[in-house]
């Protein structure tokens, strides 16, 4: 099975940037797609294939994706940013069709 | 407006079975497929499977073939899980959601609101 590596918690000064990564063997050769989930609620998307904002999400929020390691660059962190955040990769290697794989998930908290 | 509503909260007994549903709105249900994503208590995500309504096409993760069942019923835009047997371990909230396209590899832009499965004696 492909295993995604999120760290358990990242913290980051109001207004200043947040960094949170996702490891994979081989992940920039993968689309990674990134969820934010605040509690009590659903998940929602916040960056597909590697990059791409979906249309209500902020500039603020971006994506990359190279060698080992994706990264989802949170700038000018706000108080509403402070949630879940899973990374999440369409693994082809599993079987004839694959699966979908998510991160364990990093908690960015906002001081 | 395109979203996914899923059946309300159930309670159940270790070994009673249940079967939960998901009622996609706004869009051709038969063109896209329906992912069910575990969440257990305080816990992260986890991909349970897809199935692809137009043909009941069905994938399971290994972590999970034979625990479930996915069907789905076009005629009413719905997809449901289905536990044949329920243990203490199944309680979590289970979340039903949409690719952005056609594909069953494309990110989930549409989630439901989640059913929470408790089981408990």
């Known amino acids: 099975s492909y295993d995604l590596i999120q760290p358990l918690s990242v913290s980051v000064a109001l207004g200043q940037t947040a960094r949170i990564t996702c490891g994979g063997y081989n992940i920039g050769s993968k689309n990674v797609n990134w969820y934010q989930q605040k509690p009590g609620q659903a998940p929602v998307l916040v960056i597909h294939r590697n990059l791409n904002r979906p249309s209500g999400i902020p500039e603020r929020f971006a994506g990359s994706n190279s060698g080992n390691t994706a990264t989802l660059t949170v700038s000018r962190a706000q108080g509403g940013d402070e949630a879940d955040y899973y990374c999440?990769?369409?693994?082809?290697?599993?079987?004839?069709f694959g699966g979908g794989v998510f991160g364990g998930g990093t908690k960015l908290t906002v001081l | 407006e395109v979203q996914l509503v899923q059946s309300g909260a159930e309670v159940k007994k270790p070994g009673e079975s249940l079967m939960i549903s998901c009622q996609g709105s706004?869009?051709?249900?038969?063109?896209?497929?329906i992912a069910w994503v575990r969440q257990m208590p305080g816990k992260g995500l986890e991909w349970m499977g897809i199935?692809?309504?137009?043909?009941?096409?069905?994938r399971y993760s290994p972590s999970f073939q034979g625990q479930v069942t996915f069907s789905a019923d076009k005629s009413i835009n719905s997809a449901y899980l289905q536990w044949s047997s329920l243990k203490t371990s199944d309680t979590a909230m289970y979340y039903c959601?949409?690719?952005?396209?056609?594909?069953?590899?494309?990110?989930?832009?549409?989630w439901g609101q989640g059913t929470m499965v408790t089981v408990s004696t």
């Open positions: 199935i692809f309504p137009g043909d009941s096409d069905i």
């Open positions: 959601a949409r690719p952005r396209s056609g594909s069953f590899a494309d990110a989930f832009d549409i």
């Open positions: 999440q990769v369409w693994d082809s290697s599993t079987g004839a």
């Open positions: 706004g869009y051709t249900f038969t063109s896209y497929w």
